[in-house]
Every structure is written in C-alpha cells, then in structure tokens.
C-alpha cells in the first residue's frame, strides 16, 4: 500500500492550495479516504475525510468552508483543496485510508499512512 501525498509549499496568508495523494497498491474504491495534519510539536489532527463513492465528506470545524475534499476513482486520487489558507494551517498534510468505505466519519478508521507534504503560510 503506497500513499504519496504531493502539492504541499509556501503561500501567503488568504491564498489557496491543492494538495493531491496518489494511492496505488490496494483498491482504492474500497476505502474511505481522509487527509490530516501535524503541525511542529503538535498532535496529528483530523481535517477532511470522505467516503468511497465521493458523495459523502466530513471536515474539522477549523477547515469547515475554506478546504474542499475530492476524490478520483479512475485515477486513485484523493484531493485537498484549501482556500482562505491562515498561518495556523501551517503543517505537514498526509492523506490516510480507511478499510471501511462508509465509515468515513469514523476517524479511527484510519490506519494507513503516506508520507506527507508539507504546507507554510506566511501572515
């Protein structure tokens, strides 16, 4: 199972970025997929996830509005758009699965990891 995570970089305070996670090796239209974050000396902390159809998301309330989770079965991609970026953003992205493919509001789920990607915004 391999996870990569890509799209990450520096953007100032109010800009946007995409992040995109390329999954390969598992069936990926099996899974629920979900991307979260850690910033430095902080926990990793939940922020969107979605089910394997696409039709179903779930966000933390601090990205609620601003960031928009997709996802591409044809391609196994799973995308993260975030707008409105803040300096609190600022973190290490990873995209996770979740062998359970409605349970996407289920945060513990998730049990497998990929690398991330890291994300910096400036005030």
């Known amino acids: 199972v391999q996870l990569q995570a890509s799209g990450g970089g520096l953007v100032q305070a109010g800009g946007s970025l995409r992040l995109s996670c390329q999954a390969s090796?598992?069936?990926?239209?099996?899974?629920?997929m979900g991307w979260f974050r850690q910033a430095p000396g902080r926990e990793r902390e939940f922020v969107a996830s979605?089910?394997?159809?696409?039709?179903?998301?779930h966000y933390a309330d601090s990205v609620k509005g601003r960031f928009t989770i997709s996802r591409d079965n044809a391609k196994n991609m799973v995308y993260l758009r975030m707008g409105s970026l803040r300096p609190g953003d600022t973190a290490d992205y990873l995209c996770?699965?979740?062998?359970?493919?409605?349970?996407?509001?289920?945060?513990?789920?998730?049990?497998?990891w990929g690398q991330g990607t890291l994300v910096t915004v400036s005030s």
């Open positions: 090796g598992f069936a990926f239209d099996d899974y629920a």
């Open positions: 979605i089910d394997w159809s696409g039709t179903m998301t």
């Open positions: 996770a699965a979740n062998p359970h493919p409605y349970d996407h509001r289920n945060i513990d789920g998730f049990n497998t």
